[in-house]
């Protein structure tokens, strides 16, 4: 069975989900395939904001966020998350380089080494040249993906990829797509499994 996961590291919950999914997918044999996507795009298309700015302003809500998102990574033993002092970042280069990195067949190590650059490292991977030399020195193809990711074909799958999940449902990230149905939210890797 195929789940697909809507992603960018952009996301630290995006993060929190990728650092659980190897083990989802033995413990319930499943597959979850990664769509990369812009989580900027996803908010414009659907005037969504990110919880940062939407909920600035709720008294106790962004305290609750942070209780929360301790306490999943308490569940799932996740002790090398940082908040990276660059965030927001602006992830387009990265996403595209996520679309260019498959093309090279190393798709996976990119998403874990990149994963760890933003929120174990608190690497600046927004800038590009940081971006080449920090993939290059993690042994992945820093100078080929990053110009992959000027290739025109290349952004408008990201563009496509975007608008085919706001077209799913998606209004942000981390969300799955199982059986055309949409689960928001790392607490979804729990409900996930009643559905399968």
Same mark, same amino acid.
């Given at each position: 069975?195929?789940?697909?996961?809507?992603?960018?590291?952009?996301?630290?919950?995006?993060?929190?989900?990728?650092?659980?999914?190897?083990?989802?997918?033995?413990?319930?044999?499943?597959?979850?395939?990664?769509?990369?996507?812009?989580?900027?795009? +996803?908010?414009?298309?659907?005037?969504?904001?990110?919880?940062?700015?939407?909920?600035?302003?709720?008294?106790?809500?962004?305290?609750?966020?942070?209780?929360?998102?301790?306490?999943?990574?308490?569940?799932?033993? +996740?002790?090398?998350?940082?908040?990276?002092?660059?965030?927001?970042?602006?992830?387009?280069?990265?996403?595209?380089?996520?679309?260019?990195?498959?093309?090279?067949?190393?798709?996976?190590?990119?998403?874990?080494?990149?994963?760890?650059?933003?929120?174990?490292?608190?690497?600046?991977?927004?800038?590009? *040249?940081?971006?080449?030399?920090?993939?290059?020195?993690?042994?992945?193809?820093?100078?080929?993906?990053? *110009?992959?990711?000027?290739?025109?074909?290349?952004?408008?799958?990201?563009?496509?990829?975007?608008?085919?999940? /706001?077209?799913?449902? /998606?209004?942000?990230?981390?969300?799955?797509?199982?059986?055309? *149905?949409?689960?928001?939210?790392?607490?979804?890797?729990?409900?996930?499994?009643?559905?399968?």
């Amino acid at each position: 069975m195929k789940i697909t996961f809507i992603y960018d590291i952009a996301s630290p919950n995006a993060y929190l989900c990728h650092r659980v999914i190897p083990e989802f997918e033995k413990k319930h044999n499943v597959k979850i395939e990664y769509l990369p996507c812009l989580l900027g795009g +996803i908010f414009k298309l659907t005037n969504n904001q990110p919880p940062w700015m939407a909920f600035a302003e709720i008294t106790n809500k962004s305290g609750y966020m942070n209780i929360e998102m301790d306490r999943f990574m308490r569940f799932h033993k +996740i002790s090398e998350f940082k908040l990276n002092p660059h965030f927001p970042i602006n992830t387009v280069t990265i996403q595209r380089g996520l679309l260019a990195a498959k093309k090279l067949d190393c798709e996976k190590e990119y998403i874990d080494v990149v994963a760890k650059g933003m929120w174990e490292e608190e690497v600046n991977l927004g800038d590009k *040249e940081i971006l080449e030399e920090f993939l290059t020195k993690k042994n992945l193809p820093g100078k080929e993906i990053l *110009e992959l990711t000027s290739d025109d074909q290349i952004k408008q799958q990201l563009i496509e990829n975007t608008q085919k999940a /706001v077209d799913a449902g /998606v209004f942000g990230v981390p969300t799955f797509i199982l059986n055309e *149905e949409v689960f928001f939210g790392k607490e979804a890797l729990r409900e996930i499994p009643d559905f399968l």
